[in-house]
C-alpha cells in the first residue's frame, strides 16, 4: 500500500501532506485516518504511548466522543527526507460547552511508502470563549480558501 505523497519529502509535498493530513482528521473518522499510518505505527499523544492501527483508532474515537465540534488547522514548520513537523491548532468544546483552543507540534516519521511509522505530538490546551473561536467553518475539512494559522495570526 503506498500513500502519496512520499519520501523523501520536497517544501511542497511536506506542506502538502500536513494538509492531507489535516484534512482527514477534520473528517473525524478515525478507520480512515489509521489507515495513514503502518500498522505498527508508535505514538506518543500528551502523556499517552500506544501503537497499532487498532489503538490509533480507539484513541481517536475516545478524543472525538470528548472534543465536540472539532475543527483543525496544521501547518508544516520543517522537513527533511522522510521526517515532517508540524504546528497546529484546533478547537473544540466539551460536553459542558466550555471551548478550547489547543496549541501542539508533531513530528512525524514515514516509511518508504508514505505511511507513517511514528507520531509523536505534545500539546496544550488554552480555555477560550465561544466569542473567540476562529475556526468558524462547517464541520469537516477547513475549505480551501480559509486562511491557515499564519494568516489567522495564531
Do not use: C
Amino acid at each position: 500500500m503506498s500513500r502519496p505523497p512520499l519520501p523523501p519529502f520536497t517544501r511542497e509535498t511536506a506542506a502538502l501532506k500536513a494538509r492531507l493530513a489535516e484534512d482527514a482528521w477534520n473528517a473525524r473518522e478515525p478507520e480512515r485516518v489509521a489507515q495513514a499510518y503502518t500498522e505498527d505505527s508508535r505514538w506518543r499523544n500528551r502523556a499517552e504511548f500506544f501503537a497499532g492501527r487498532e489503538a490509533i483508532v480507539a484513541f481517536l474515537q475516545r478524543k472525538w466522543s470528548r472534543e465536540l465540534d472539532y475543527r483543525l488547522i496544521k501547518e508544516l514548520w520543517a522537513f527533511d527526507g522522510n521526517r515532517i513537523a508540524v504546528r497546529f491548532q484546533y478547537e473544540f468544546h466539551d460536553e459542558s460547552g466550555n471551548w478550547f483552543r489547543s496549541h501542539g507540534n508533531e513530528q512525524w516519521e514515514f516509511d518508504e511508502h508514505g505511511l507513517m511509522r511514528r507520531r509523536e505530538a505534545s500539546i496544550n490546551d488554552v480555555p477560550i470563549t465561544e466569542a473567540e473561536r476562529k475556526f468558524t467553518w462547517p464541520l469537516g475539512p477547513r475549505p480551501k480558501d480559509y486562511p491557515g494559522l499564519t494568516e489567522l495570526g495564531l
